[in-house]
């Protein structure tokens, strides 16, 4: 069963936060905090450990002062497939909830040199909760695809209000009153990460630089990313109504990651006419081609597009004497073969997307090599 989540805030409230080796958080020691009236005091892990290969949590220490006296609420954000598998490519199921406990608890130990108790963390409320999934495309279709048509939809008249931002072509974000979702490239947003982590979309992705490699190195293998955030407990509450709790082993299940994902690619998508996102405009066209065939020069590209226009517009005839009166015979046979029509990509794009959604199947990097190499022999 696939429960592919990505990032997690746990709110742990804590008695006295001394019982921790606060010396590594900052602007403030867990002591100076102790001692002021309110604040908060930050520790994010060394960039030495990503270059080591461990995935590390941020943690967050609140002091909020009461009429009964100070409260203290440890806040854990973490990406839970990182937190197991060092990137959020290998997707986890519900069976890994105890794995993700352990190793949760391990991570914690080593940043405040204190032993959580696993109820304790499978009982933390949640701050922030992000389904989401990994559509792959092993027939050399790009993401790009995808976000272009997601770009295009209307989404003022599906969610109360938004913005949207497109990031260098590779990312599609819609800020939405009550959540945010977010469209993605996987691999144009690690490639980001390798110039400079801050240009990147995802956080603590240098962990995940040997999973770039990969994706380069199978070149027909393309991951377009999809996530629905909920930040706040009073946003996951509304979305999950159906729950008594809404504590981390909870959330951890897989029919509520993908029933959330699915209820919003329906509503974003239900209007979309979807045969006709290969209408024959040039640029739908050239895209298309270019999947079809994608050892052509782009010269030939743009040739077969010329003609499938005019083809459209003056039939194959009439196309066929303009050619030989201005060239020859030959001239009309040698660009007869390349103005093909292709097939209907766009279409069948955002309908893999949406049976990748049903079907739910988690992904694992291993399955896919494996199948690619098969497939190349």
Not at 7 to 25: E, H, W
Not at 369 to 376: H, Q, S, Y
Request: net charge positive; proline share 5%.
């Amino acid at each position: 069963m696939n429960i592919m989540v990505d990032t997690v805030k746990l709110l742990i409230m804590v008695q006295n936060p001394l019982i921790f080796d606060g010396s590594r958080f900052a602007p403030m020691t867990l002591e100076q905090l102790v001692n002021c009236p309110s604040g908060r005091t930050w520790l994010n892990p060394s960039p030495t450990y990503a270059k080591m290969g461990t995935y590390m949590p941020r943690l967050t220490m609140h002091k909020r002062p009461t009429k009964f006296g100070p409260i203290y609420q440890l806040v854990v954000e973490f990406s839970a497939p990182k937190m197991v598998y060092g990137n959020n490519f290998d997707e986890l199921t519900e069976d890994d909830f105890e794995l993700l406990l352990t190793e949760l608890q391990k991570r914690l130990y080593e940043l405040l040199k204190f032993r959580f108790l696993r109820e304790w963390l499978a009982g933390a409320d949640v701050g922030a909760w992000h389904p989401s999934k990994n559509v792959v495309f092993l027939d050399g279709t790009a993401s790009q695809t995808i976000l272009n048509t997601v770009a295009k939809l209307d989404v003022s008249r599906i969610y109360d209000w938004q913005k949207t931002n497109f990031r260098d072509g590779h990312v599609v974000h819609i800020h939405c009153n009550s959540l945010d979702i977010a469209f993605y490239d996987k691999a144009a947003d690690l490639r980001k990460t390798r110039i400079s982590p801050k240009r990147a979309f995802e956080k603590d992705s240098l962990i995940q630089l040997d999973l770039l490699q990969q994706l380069d190195e199978y070149k027909p293998l393309e991951v377009f990313r999809y996530e629905v955030r909920f930040v706040g407990k009073r946003r996951i509450k509304s979305a999950y109504k159906q729950l008594d709790s809404w504590t981390f082993e909870a959330l951890f299940k897989e029919q509520l990651c993908r029933n959330v994902l699915l209820e919003h690619w329906h509503k974003l998508t239900v209007s979309v006419d979807m045969l006709g996102l290969d209408v024959k405009k040039p640029y739908e066209l050239l895209q298309n081609y270019l999947i079809d065939n994608p050892n052509v020069t782009p010269q030939t590209a743009m040739a077969a597009v010329t003609g499938l226009l005019i083809n459209g517009q003056q039939g194959a005839v009439g196309l066929r004497n303009l050619i030989e009166t201005h060239y020859n015979r030959q001239a009309w046979y040698r660009l007869k073969p390349i103005i093909k029509s292709p097939k209907a990509n766009r279409f069948m794009h955002m309908l893999h997307v949406s049976e990748a959604l049903e079907q739910f199947t988690p992904t694992r990097m291993s399955g896919f090599l494996g199948n690619i190499e098969n497939t190349v022999k």
